[in-house]
């Protein structure tokens, strides 16, 4: 029994190796993924994916996906959150002393 060869290895890894859609070898890049949900929009930057060259397809091995969608929904959840406590109190504030301010609160995520 000797050792698997790179191309089994890397598809062990769960890394696409091969474009589904158009068969053109695939590259490692970082990208970013953009989320809506709950009127909130979050984009986590630096995820490390499969990338064609040829026509942009991207694949993002599963765990790491899972670990990414995890990761973003309890953010989303937890800043819908703190959205409606913020929100509560800037309408009590702008109904004692009104100020020119914008007509929705929003809240960007980045590293």
Known sequence: MGNPNPKEKK???GL???C???GTKTELQEIS???ERKAIRATMSGVLAMVCPNCGEKY???DIAGDVIEVVSRTIDETEGLLKRTEAHRKSLL???PVL???QLELTLST
């Open 33 to 35: 993924i953009e989320f």
């Open 95 to 97: 109904s004692e002393l």
């Open 101 to 103: 301010a914008a007509k």
């Open 16 to 18: 696409i190796a091969t």
């Open 60 to 62: 993002v091995p599963g």
């Open 11 to 13: 598809e062990m890894k």
């Open 20 to 22: 589904s859609e158009c």
